[in-house]
């Protein structure tokens, strides 16, 4: 830990704490995440932020963000209809993954730059890089404190990651003790969505049961496996079975759904998806 130490960059600390007073001193108020953000940008300059709540099985909460309306549909609204399901953070965060500041790159998996959520959603966001603070804010709810740079920009340089590093620790502490009594919607100060509850279910449902009763239930883990854009070495992986196995069971259950590509597999999927949301809704 020591050593450790030694390498990360310094920063202004007489700077740093006078962003940091002025953030414990809104902690009680709606300003916080502005000016949390404030404070980071201080440390390292990044385009976008975007706080979201993770919570087991559920669709994410978006407490706070800076996107203009436009971007907001792409950046939250459309992520929330189902993408975030192929997320590494989501995913993340639903296998409880520790405190702590991560590169979307580590986290992801080994083909997800070249999976079809990335050509087909997030390559929309024209990020250049993505990075998040993962806050633990109960045993199964995690905040996910996101600093992007758009495509014009460049990515984090290791002396940047290893800035936000050193305030991790502070930033984790000061998130925690604003959200941590964060049980619901209405606890973020927003109107609850009467269908909110429902869509939930059938978000995750649907991701759960795409295939039911066409596919076999290894099948269907190798599909879910794919659209989070893993290869088939990753999945024999963590399955604990063979590549050469994992190679059988793809190409049985694109002959078994008619289809010869991912990017066939990703369009069935959110096909799918919409429908089932959509007779969801109409039976609510």
Excluded at 31 to 41: G, K, T
Excluded at 55 to 75: K, L, M, N, S
Excluded at 160 to 173: M, Q, S, T
Excluded at 215 to 225: H, K, N, P
Aim: aromatic fraction near 10%; proline fraction near 5%; charge should be positive.
């Amino acid at each position: 830990m020591k050593n450790r130490a030694k390498t990360l960059p310094k920063l202004d600390s007489r700077d740093w704490h006078e962003q940091l007073a002025a953030v414990i001193a809104a902690e009680d108020t709606d300003q916080f995440p502005a000016v949390l953000v404030q404070a980071l940008r201080r440390v390292v300059p990044f385009d976008f932020p975007v706080f979201f709540v993770y919570r087991g099985a559920e669709r994410p909460i978006c407490v706070y963000d800076t996107f203009t309306p436009r971007e907001r549909i792409i950046f939250v609204t459309d992520y929330q209809e189902g993408p975030y399901l192929l997320d590494p953070f989501y995913q993340a965060c639903a296998e409880r993954i520790q405190p702590g500041l991560y590169r979307l790159r580590e986290i992801a998996p080994d083909r997800f730059y070249h999976s079809e959520y990335h050509r087909s959603y997030y390559r929309r966001t024209g990020l250049a890089e993505e990075i998040g603070f993962v806050i633990a804010l109960s045993d199964d709810m995690r905040l996910v404190i996101s600093l992007m740079r758009a495509g014009t920009s460049t990515p984090f340089s290791d002396r940047d990651f290893g800035k936000l590093r050193r305030v991790e620790p502070i930033v984790h502490a000061l998130s925690f003790r604003r959200w941590r009594n964060l049980e619901s919607q209405q606890a973020i100060g927003t109107e609850p969505e009467v269908t909110r509850p429902s869509l939930d279910t059938q978000v995750t449902g649907a991701f759960e049961k795409f295939g039911e009763g066409v596919l076999t239930r290894r099948e269907r883990d190798v599909v879910r496996m794919v659209l989070r854009g893993h290869s088939s070495e990753s999945i024999g992986r963590h399955l604990e079975i063979s590549t050469g196995t994992v190679k059988i069971h793809r190409k049985n259950l694109y002959g078994k759904l008619g289809i010869s590509s991912q990017s066939e597999l990703f369009s069935k999927f959110i096909s799918y998806l919409s429908d089932a949301i959509g007779d969801g809704v109409a039976a609510s």
